[in-house]
C-alpha cells in the first residue's frame, strides 16, 4: 500500500518538474523556425502561435498570440496579452516588431492558423484595427479572464472570416463571449 505522502510526492513530482525546466531567466526566447522568413516571403502573412504557458501552467494551460506581416514587410508585428506588464503600469496589450515564433519562456510554440496570400491584406487591416479597440488592454487575470488567450479569442469574434480556433488548453479565450 502505498503511503499518503508517497502519493503527494508521485503527484507533485511532475508539477516540480514543469517548473524546474521553465525558469524564466535562463529559457530561450528564439526563433522555432516556423515562420517563413520575410526577406524572402513578399506576401502577406498570418500566424497564430500557442506555447505552453510558464511554469506550472503550461500543465493545464498554453499561451497564444498573433503575429502579422503585410505584403512586402521586412518583420512580422506580434500581438499578445502579457500580464506582467500590468504591474509596471503598462497596457497588458503588446504590440511590437518581434520574432513570430519565438519560443515561449522556453517552450516551443505551436502554429495553429497559418494564413498566407489573397485576402489577407484585407485580414491583417481588420486585425491591425481590432487590436487597436481591444477592451480589457489594461486589465490581466490569470483565471477566468480576460488573459492572454482572451485576446485572440476576441479577434476571431471581430474578424470572423480570419477563421481561428484556438486549443481547449487556450484558458481564458472564452471571457471574450
Known sequence: MIQP???LILLL???LTACANNDWRTASR???GIAPDPSTTPEPVIQVYAA???GWRGIFAVHTWIALKPRN???YTV???????ERRGLPVLRIEQDTPDRHWFGARPELILDRRGEGVDEL???IESTAQNYPWKHEYRVFPG???NTFPAWVAQKVPDLQLELPFRAIGSGWAD
Not at 79 to 85: D, F, I, K, N, P
Open 73 to 75: 514587410a521586412d518583420q
Open 124 to 126: 491583417i487591416t481588420q
Open 146 to 148: 480576460p488573459n492572454s
Open 5 to 7: 505522502k508517497h502519493l
Open 79 to 85: 500581438y499578445e496579452v502579457v500580464g506582467w506588464r
Open 52 to 54: 505552453d504557458a510558464w
Open 13 to 15: 513530482l511532475p508539477l
Open 30 to 32: 528564439a526563433s522555432a
